[in-house]
């Protein structure tokens, strides 16, 4: 059974940074891509980060490039989320995601707030 587990999340103050983390099991984790995607209050789902199984392909929304960092470590089954100069606009349920799944897990809360 897949499992995922996103953690890391809180309250940031504008420009500020969090580290997102996802623990994952339940399936073959370094073959798999993964993605990362939010939702914000009132709004559907955004994709926000792309990762290849190796973790030597990524790709970013254009709301967040450069911001942020999408990464992965095989032998931990864990996939992360730098995020820095966080923005109001960030604010939203974190999830992670096996590509082409709808597979998640209960998300992490990103408020960025003075």
């Known amino acids: 059974e897949v499992q995922l587990v996103e953690s890391g999340g809180g309250l940031v103050q504008p420009g500020g940074s969090l580290r997102l983390s996802c623990a994952a099991s339940?399936?073959?984790?370094?073959?798999?891509?993964m993605d990362w995607v939010r939702q914000a209050p009132g709004k559907g789902f955004e994709w926000v980060s792309h990762i290849s199984a190796g973790g030597d392909a990524t790709t970013y929304a254009a709301s967040v490039k450069g911001r942020f960092t999408i990464s992965r470590d095989n032998g931990k089954n864990t996939l992360y989320l730098q995020m820095n100069n966080l923005e109001p606009e960030d604010t939203a349920v974190y999830y992670c995601?096996?590509?082409?799944?709808?597979?998640r897990g209960p998300g992490t809360q990103v408020t960025v707030s003075s």
């Open positions: 339940g399936f073959t984790f370094g073959l798999t891509a």
């Open positions: 995601s096996p590509t082409l799944s709808d597979k």
